[in-house]
T-cell receptor, first 113, second 117 residues
Framework: KNQVEQSPQSLIILEGKNCTLQ??????????LRWYKQDTGRGPVSLTI?????NTKSNGRYTATLDADTKQSSLHITASQLSDSASYIC????????????FGRGTSLIVHP | GAVVSQHPSWVICKSGTSVKIECRSL??????MFWYRQFPKQSLMLMAT?????????EQGVEKDKFLINHASLTLSTLTVTSAHPEDSSFYIC?????????????FGPGTRLTVL
């Protein structure tokens, strides 16, 4: 069964600090992995997308890594800002078929001043 | 580019009434749209896949007669919650797949908050 597990479930950090969110998956055959940011009461917004051959991808202060061998990904946020407070969702898609992705439950990040 | 809109953004209705939610891809054509439901502090749960010009494919446990989906054009899909009850109160999000983009990336709408009294 395709599954995506994220940790931690929630995280509280001080403004300016860095943090790393984890994503483990069992989706197979692997097509791509995306990290989304979802603000409360809003739809998810894509941060990064990585395919099998990509190990790292950055989008401003967000850097995602992918280890396809261990089926792990991380999202590193540098110099956090109050506006980074949101839920971060890891989504993994399998190749072939209907492209329906598997969603993680998300990590709720709170950045305190 | 790749903007998906939803209307309304929020709706409050009485128990027993029906509510229609629209999902539009504003600057691209989407042969496939997806409807999700999200309860507080939970991840998105796929309800159904909407294919233009054909019947929607519903996930296990989702009542197709209660959640009517119509995808009449390449830019519009609608979800109608029929005879809504308080347990249907949730955040409904649609996404549209842009087949012209790499990896058939999905773009999400801003969501619709449904509250059934």
């Amino acid at each position: 069964k395709n599954q995506v597990e994220q940790s931690p479930q929630s995280l509280i950090i001080l403004e300016g600090k860095n943090c790393t969110l984890q994503c483990n998956y069992t989706v197979s055959p692997f097509s791509n992995l995306r990290w989304y940011k979802q603000d409360t009461g809003r739809g998810p917004v894509s941060l990064t997308i990585m395919t099998f051959s990509e190990n790292t991808k950055s989008n401003g202060r967000y850097t995602a890594t992918l280890d396809a061998d261990t089926k792990q990904s991380s999202l590193h946020i540098t110099a956090s800002q109050l506006s980074d407070s949101a839920s971060y969702i890891c989504v993994v898609s399998a190749s072939g078929g209907s492209y329906i992705p598997t969603f993680g439950r998300g990590t709720s990040l709170i950045v305190h001043p | 580019g790749a903007v998906v809109s939803q209307h309304p953004s929020w709706v409050i209705c009485k128990s027993g009434t029906s509510v229609k939610i629209e999902c539009r891809s504003l600057d691209f054509q989407a042969t496939t749209m997806f409807w999700y439901r999200q309860f507080p502090k939970q991840s998105l749960m796929l309800m159904a896949t909407s294919n233009e010009g054909s019947k929607a494919t519903y996930e296990q446990g989702v009542e197709k007669d209660k959640f009517l989906i119509n995808h009449a054009s390449l830019t519009l899909s609608t979800l109608t919650v029929t005879s809504a009850h308080p347990e249907d109160s949730s955040f409904y999000i649609c996404s549209a797949r842009d087949i012209e983009r790499e990896n058939n990336e999905q773009f999400f709408g801003p969501g619709t908050r449904l509250t059934v009294l």
